[in-house]
């Protein structure tokens, strides 16, 4: 994008502000992971931009937790009713939808088990040579057992359309989303 995603303002709010909201509706607590621009108790990934296992990490820390609902800020198409589901669902595992053939890692709930593979690799890995070099969300969500909600799951509150993220302006046309800085 250029810039901060976090602060892009798409359809009048500000993606930080709707990710918060979004989560707020659903989880009793709530932090972002980053440099704090919103109103939420703000907490960093160690180090600081190591990546999405670093900040689920960070994430379950923070909130005292063994399982995580994680949200990333570039997906503002995420609903209450979306989370709700991945919420509530009875699995013991990691719950992760699948939409056009992608698991959708980047809104999901992570499970004790997975949380503590992400936690021991992001350990091992700080002392290599490159310490942002923390594993994928797709190599936690693989680590532990998990179920998969394809469209037949999540159909009746979402579209595909839900899971787009934002990572270039022309993906901000594409959706027809309107954004600014």
């Known amino acids: 994008m250029g810039s901060d995603k976090a602060r892009l303002v798409v359809d009048g709010e500000r993606l930080v502000d709707r990710a918060a909201r979004t989560l707020g509706a659903v989880c009793d607590q709530v932090v972002e992971v980053g440099p704090g621009h919103s109103t939420l108790r703000a907490v960093r990934e160690d180090p600081p931009g190591a990546g999405p296992s670093a900040a689920l990490v960070a994430a379950a820390d923070a909130l005292g937790t063994d399982r995580v609902?994680?949200?990333a800020v570039d997906m503002?198409?995420?609903?209450?009713?979306?989370?709700?589901?991945?919420r509530d669902d009875p699995s013991a595992g990691s719950v992760v939808p699948e939409a056009r053939g992608r698991l959708q890692v980047a809104c999901c709930r992570y499970?004790?088990?997975a949380i503590a593979f992400a936690r021991e690799e992001c350990a091992s890995r700080a002392e290599t040579p490159?310490?942002?070099d923390t594993p994928g969300l797709h190599e936690v969500v693989r680590s532990a057992?998990?179920?998969?909600l394809g469209p037949e799951d999540w159909g009746?509150?979402?579209e595909a359309s839900s899971f787009s993220d934002l990572d270039t302006p022309s993906d901000l046309r594409r959706h027809g989303l309107g954004g600014r800085h």
Request: aromatic share 4%; proline share 19%.
């Open 76 to 86: 503002p198409r995420v609903s209450v009713p979306l989370l709700e589901l991945l």
């Open 156 to 158: 009746p509150v979402a």
């Open 130 to 132: 490159d310490p942002h």
């Open 145 to 148: 057992p998990y179920r998969v």
């Open 111 to 113: 499970s004790a088990e």
């Open 69 to 71: 609902l994680l949200l």
